[in-house]
């Protein structure tokens, strides 16, 4: 099994900066893309970004694109989520997840990401 360990949450002025971190550690770590997701307070889980464990490439959400980049270390076994511009409406658990085809099925912990206003 994959385990799925976030860092790098916190407490952030709005307009501030935040960069998350996701080590998968276990069976040898093969996916096909891992992705970003966040939960706030009663509301859904929602996709932030995605990145092809592959290629590299990458989708954002609508509301974090330009503001947030999504970034992979394949050696490290690390995918990343720098996160600018930070709004009070980013406030939220980001989760990280593994994809090994069409859906995710590994998840992490979950990390506070707060922005203050």
């Known amino acids: 099994q994959v385990q799925l360990v976030e860092s790098g949450g916190g407490l952030v002025q709005a307009g501030g900066s935040l960069r998350l971190s996701c080590a998968a550690s276990?069976?040898?770590?093969?996916?096909?893309?891992m992705g970003w997701f966040r939960q706030a307070p009663g509301k859904e889980r929602e996709f932030v970004a995605t990145?092809?464990?592959?290629?590299?490439?990458?989708y954002y959400a609508d509301s974090v694109k330009g503001r947030f980049t999504i970034s992979r270390d394949k050696a490290k076994n690390t995918v990343y989520l720098q996160m600018n511009s930070l709004k009070p409406e980013d406030t939220a658990v980001y989760y990280c997840?593994?994809?090994?085809?069409?859906?995710?099925?590994?998840w992490g912990q979950g990390t506070q990401v707060t922005v203050s206003s």
């Open positions: 276990g069976r040898t770590f093969r996916c096909s893309a």
């Open positions: 990145i092809n464990w592959s290629s590299g490439s990458t």
């Open positions: 997840s593994a994809s090994y085809g069409s859906s995710y099925t590994d």
